[in-house]
């Protein structure tokens, strides 16, 4: 699987998994969703001075990793091809923000 780090437009669906994505200007449509899971930051790592300096929030901070399957439609002279992959998208509860941080096509 290669990693990304890169932003995306998440659309949710009725369930409030995902349900479409933008990424690189490309809109992707969820077809399954293939796991859901939810990691914290690396909290055995902090040492005595993250905590005086209060960034055990960072640490134990949250996200939540959807592994989805997703395909888009393309036209071609010729034929109709579709393009489809398997991608971790992940929500970041801190910032509100949505990430691709893997995809494997």
């Known amino acids: 699987m290669r990693q ?7 659309r949710r669906g009725e369930a409030e ?9 490309r809109l992707w449509k969820v077809r399954a969703v ?13 040492t005595s001075g ?3 300096r ?7 901070a949250e996200r939540e990793l959807w592994r989805v399957e997703a395909g888009r439609g393309a036209q071609t002279r010729d034929s109709e091809q579709e393009s489809y992959g398997v991608f971790d998208l992940s929500f970041d509860w801190t910032d509100g923000r949505w990430q691709l941080v893997g995809c494997l096509d």
Do not use: S
């Not at 998994?17 to 200007?25: A, E, N, V």
């Not at 293939?34 to 902090?46: D, I, K, L, N, S």
């Not at 209060?54 to 134990?60: E, P, Q």
């Open 50 to 52: 993250d905590v005086q």
């Open 54 to 60: 209060g960034a055990m929030t960072d640490l134990v």
């Open 17 to 25: 998994d995902p349900d479409q994505f933008l990424w690189r200007g």
């Open 34 to 46: 293939v796991a859901h899971w939810v990691e914290t930051g690396p909290w055995w790592q902090a």
């Open 4 to 10: 990304y780090d890169d932003p995306v437009e998440v």
